[in-house]
């Protein structure tokens, strides 16, 4: 009972200070940035490359774009702007209640219920998952939500899927759209979750053993209230450690965007205040499954990572 107790106060006390601390980002945002609009954040989105009717698979930051006038949901809007009526957008809204995969599926009593469970990914993935017509996926550690016409395709088998990024999942759908675009707005490429998709298609053929050797059956609650099981296999710590996305990895995020661009596929541009970069979806796996194939991976070390354009005996060019 005081266990309970101490918990749910500690909670509320937590939740507290989080917001105390957002209001104080918001407030030196608002003072200290450029301001930003509906508009201008359009324009720079198809100045980037966006056009009508694509589907835009969107990794973010929201404080880099300046202090934008209307706050998440003005993005929100802007990126509907851009892809117009008949495009779509995904955004990850994974909730990891235990800080990480590994530890959230260790967690003993957690079930994940996208009716309950927010985003623990930022105030852009929470205020699109309260956007009308927004889909959520199914899956308790990267579920993903989208809006749009291809909705509901493209998040309603993620927990039937035999994998994360598998056949089935948001990734997966997403990678054999011809009109998929990868978006980063104001993000290197690291934090990029699309790189695991060449993981999950490649399996043990993949260069790097990155998963733990168990697997996790983690139970969600699906769309008509009824239990289901979808299986998650953590990464191994020891490996993630030198994967793309770590803190220490300046060295290979700065060689996959030149890698990239030297192939002609990364297109850089501003969008409001943030440093922002465009890429086609099936390209973009093509030539991850390319590198793969002669070594060079999200988890390679200095020695292994050659001149970038130099890295496949082809290159996956644009419109290749």
């Known amino acids: 009972m005081l266990v309970g107790l101490r918990k749910a106060i500690k909670g509320r006390v937590n939740a507290v200070l989080r917001d105390m601390r957002a209001s104080r980002r918001a407030a030196a945002l608002e003072k200290e940035q450029p301001h930003v609009g509906r508009e201008t954040l359009a324009l720079g989105l198809r100045t980037l490359g ?36 008949e495009g779509n957008l995904l955004l990850p809204t994974y909730y990891l209640p235990g800080g990480t995969i590994l530890t959230t599926c260790q967690m003993t009593d957690y079930v994940f219920d996208k009716r309950v469970h927010g985003s623990n990914m930022g105030a852009l993935p929470a205020a699109f998952l309260a956007t009308p017509g927004v889909m959520r996926s199914i899956h308790p550690t990267h579920s993903v939500s989208a809006l749009g016409p291809l909705a509901t395709y493209l998040t309603e088998a993620h927990h039937l899927a035999s994998s994360v990024f598998g056949p089935g999942s948001p990734w997966q759908r997403f990678a054999e759209l011809p009109r998929g675009k990868v978006l980063g707005l104001g993000i290197t490429m690291g934090p990029v979750t699309f790189y695991h998709l060449a993981e999950d298609i490649l399996g043990p053929a993949f260069p790097v053993p990155v998963w733990t050797e168990e697997e996790y059956r983690l139970t969600c609650i699906d769309d008509h209230g009824d239990p289901c099981v979808v299986p998650v296999r953590p990464y191994d710590p020891t490996i993630s450690a030198r994967r793309i996305d770590h803190k220490s990895r300046d060295d290979l995020r700065a060689w996959f965007a030149r890698e990239f661009e030297a192939v002609g596929l990364k297109r850089n541009g501003m969008v409001g205040q943030a440093s922002s970069w465009l890429i086609p979806g099936p390209p973009f796996i093509a030539h ?33």
């Open 50 to 85: 966006v056009e009508p009717g694509d589907t835009l698979f969107v990794h973010s930051s929201l404080k880099s774009l300046g202090f934008v006038e209307g706050g998440p949901n003005a993005v929100i809007a802007a990126l509907r702007d851009a892809v117009g009526p």
């Open 288 to 320: 991850l499954l390319e590198l793969a194939a002669n070594g060079v991976t999200i988890y390679s070390t200095a020695d292994q990572m050659p001149t970038p354009g130099e890295s496949t005996p082809h290159g996956t060019r644009q419109g290749a």
